[in-house]
T-cell receptor, first 113, second 113 residues
């Protein structure tokens, strides 16, 4: 299995909703990432988990809450989002460090209404 | 401040010809560079990478050249195929325990039949 699987593929949520994005990989990668990508912009790093511990938080607002239940799973809990949070949310994983290249999931297209 | 720059937002090439995508960087700590290809509504796919100790890496139709003194790299695709039409992101890594990739804004390549 050489894939990173993200669910759901599309999500529409209201500003008062609570939802979660899920990411799963079975490549034995020990680093997992959340990225946010707006249209015509490069991916922007949000969070990095290394060995199931949060190692980087790029000053992301607390309405985004990451969770790494085990080495294969990564969640992003969403609460009280704003319309400007609408974007493609990408999960990625890699071996230790980035020299082995990331593997990205297909992303979740999030629309906040 | 953009540390990785892709100054051409778009490039159009005829099928069978060479596509050359360029990337410049400013951070001399970057020591590993990657190219990603992204189709609409999909996550980026790793294409090819190069370490700063090399000046060229080749994989099939794809070759990446690195000029460290100029802080410039380029991706050559030859021959170009219509299926190569996508957005190409250049990314850089400063290695160590820093898991963060820095992405350029991307170049939209269109290969015309």
């Amino acid at each position: 299995d050489t894939e990173v699987t993200q669910t759901p593929k599309h999500l529409v949520m209201g500003m008062t909703n609570k939802k979660s994005l899920k990411c799963e990989q079975h490549m034995g990668h020990r680093a997992m990432y959340w990225y946010k990508q707006k249209a015509k912009k490069p991916p922007e790093l949000m969070f990095v988990y290394s060995y199931e511990k949060l190692s980087i938080n790029e000053s992301v607002p607390s309405r985004f809450s990451p969770e790494c239940p085990n080495s294969s799973l990564l969640n992003l809990h969403l609460h009280a989002l704003q319309p400007e949070d609408s974007a493609l949310y990408l999960c990625a994983s890699s071996q230790e460090g980035t020299n082995y290249g990331y593997t990205f999931g297909s992303g979740t297209r999030l629309t906040v209404v | 401040d953009q540390q990785v720059k892709q100054n051409s937002p778009s490039l159009s090439v005829q099928e069978g010809r060479i596509s050359i995508l360029n990337c410049d960087y400013t951070n001399s700590m970057f020591d590993y560079f990657l190219w990603y290809k992204k189709y609409p509504a999909e996550g980026p796919t790793f294409l090819i990478s190069i370490s700063s100790i090399k000046d060229k890496n080749e994989d099939g139709r794809f070759t990446v050249f690195l000029n460290k003194s100029a802080k410039h790299l380029s991706l050559h695709i030859v021959p170009s195929q219509p299926g190569d039409s996508a957005v190409y992101f250049c990314a850089a890594d400063s290695g160590g325990s820093n898991y963060k990739l820095t992405f350029g804004k991307g170049t939209l390549l269109t290969v015309n039949p």
